[in-house]
T-cell receptor, first 114, second 118 residues
Framework: GQNIDQPTEMTATEGAIVQINCTYQ??????LFWYQQHAGEAPTFLSY????GLEEKGRFSSFLSRSKGYSYLLLKELQMKDSASYLC???????????????FGKGTKLSVIP | GAGVSQSPRYKVAKRGQDVALRCDPI?????LFWYQQALGQGPEFLTY????????KSGLPSDRFFAERPEGSVSTLKIQRTQQEDSAVYLC????????????????FGAGSRLTVL
């Protein structure tokens, strides 16, 4: 099985930077995804890391260290609309079916305050 | 269609009733997934289809849950004899390729069907 941990809630100020951490334990690792989910809406794709290092995409960056089983999502220049849940998801080889399965963490609810 | 469409958006059922939730994936997407999301939790995997074949149903919580995708496009998740613990949002997601593809296989989610069992 897989074990994915991320903080339940975070609060940050508009215009600031926030880092949301995710740790995982799995075998057959094949990539880590971050999704954003506004209340009552569909999760939407933010980033994908499969190799170690930093991936930058506008105000959002995601980092991966496979040896440490660790990732973070960095949000810069926070805006009120960034208030949402951020889901860390790990893809791993599902030996039973010879394919890859995606498992989600419980999500981090981010509140951006003025 | 342009996105993944789910219906109904909201469903209230009395305990013991049967419900059917529909998912219309993006046209041409091979893979279709159903997830269950309880309040304040992340999505939990239920089942996976590659075209019309149900390749993985390991996440279905009981034999009251049944899913089908008979023509490899629209899928229906059916829950028989609903119970209060079935109350959750049921998310459908689709992707262009099958889960054997090792590259970035991004899932596109629908907005979900919120089921409340009284």
């Amino acid at each position: 099985g897989q074990n994915i941990d991320q903080p339940t809630e975070m609060t940050a100020t508009e215009g600031a930077i926030v880092q949301i951490n995710c740790t995982y334990q799995t075998s057959g690792f094949n990539g880590l995804f971050w999704y954003q989910q506004h209340a009552g809406e569909a999760p939407t794709f933010l980033s994908y890391n499969v190799l170690d290092g930093l991936e930058e995409k506008g105000r959002f960056s995601s980092f991966l260290s496979r040896s440490k089983g660790y990732s973070y999502l960095l949000l810069k220049e926070l805006q009120m609309k960034d208030s949402a849940s951020y889901l860390c998801a790990v893809r791993a080889l599902y030996s039973g079916a010879g394919s890859y399965q995606l498992t989600f963490g419980k999500g981090t609810k981010l509140s951006v305050i003025p | 269609g342009a996105g993944v469409s789910q219906s109904p958006r909201y469903k209230v059922a009395k305990r013991g009733q049967d419900v059917a939730l529909r998912c219309d994936p993006i046209s041409g997407h091979v893979s279709l997934f159903w997830y269950q999301q309880a309040l304040g939790q992340g999505p939990e995997f239920l089942t996976y289809f590659q075209n019309e074949a149900q390749l993985d149903k390991s996440g279905l919580p009981s034999d009251r849950f049944f899913a089908e995708r008979p023509e490899g496009s629209v899928s229906t998740l059916k829950i028989q004899r609903t119970q209060q613990e079935d109350s959750a949002v049921y998310l459908c997601a689709s992707s262009l390729v099958g889960t054997g593809f090792s590259g970035a296989n991004v899932l596109t989610f629908g907005a979900g069907s919120r089921l409340t069992v009284l």
